[in-house]
């Protein structure tokens, strides 16, 4: 059965930084793309980062390009969302998915974890 579990959530101030880790059982995380999904209450789920099944190739929405860095841990069979310079529109709560293609398109992943609450103060 394919489980993703995501993890790391909490509440920073403004500037901080998180670690996001998404666990997967079921599948190998380096045979499918992985993405960080976020959403607010009232929009829509929008895409934050992917991590391709082939070595370098990653997607970063614009408004977290520089921040945010995305990397698998194949041992560990996990993939990790480190987000730096957190500001308050970085407020959602974070999901991880498994996916057909790399982007940022939420029709293109499958599955799904349950999501993680990020909450940065100013």
């Known amino acids: 059965e394919v489980q993703l579990q995501a993890s790391g959530g909490g509440s920073v101030q403004a500037g901080g930084s998180l670690r996001l880790s998404c666990a997967a059982s079921?599948?190998?995380?380096?045979?499918?793309?992985i993405g960080w999904f976020r959403q607010l209450p009232g929009k829509e789920r929008e895409g934050v980062s992917c991590l391709g099944n082939s070595v370098g190739i990653t997607y970063y929405a614009d408004s977290v390009k520089g921040r945010f860095t995305i990397s698998r841990d194949n041992a560990k069979n996990t993939v990790s969302l480190h987000m730096n310079s957190l500001n308050s529109e970085d407020t959602a709560v974070y999901y991880c998915?498994?996916?057909?293609?790399?982007?940022?398109?939420?029709?293109?992943?499958?599955?799904w974890g349950q999501g993680t609450q990020v909450t940065v103060s100013s």
């Open positions: 998915a498994a996916g057909r293609l790399l982007s940022g398109v939420v029709s293109n992943y499958d599955y």
């Open positions: 079921g599948f190998s995380v380096d045979a499918h793309p």
